[in-house]
């Protein structure tokens, strides 16, 4: 830490953090390859159960944040809510040797 930010922290607390970044980084990868990959890439597949609503249907962009119907909202959310949730219940570092 060369801004010295971690300075008086415990060494558990600064492994959470560290974990933190490593998780928040990831995910920021991944949004920037769903935004990328759209462009390329479709797959049409159903995204509800009578098929009203197909991935080809979806636009690229930040269009694709209100075309996707709240029951898509519902399960991401529900998805992650359930990830985040798991996190707290485990060590700080998830169990794995940080590097």
Sequence with gaps: DPAGLSDGISQEKFDSYRLAELKHGRV?????????APETYRFGY????????????IPNG???V?????????QIIAFVGTVETYGWFTSP???????
């Design 46 to 57: 159903d995204l509800t159960p009578d098929g009203s609503v197909s991935t080809s249907d």
């Design 28 to 36: 920021a990868q991944m949004a920037v390859l769903g935004y990328i």
């Design 62 to 64: 930040l269009a694709a």
């Design 66 to 74: 209100t075309a996707i119907p709240f029951l898509g909202w519902a």
């Design 93 to 99: 570092t998830g169990g794995i040797d940080l590097p």
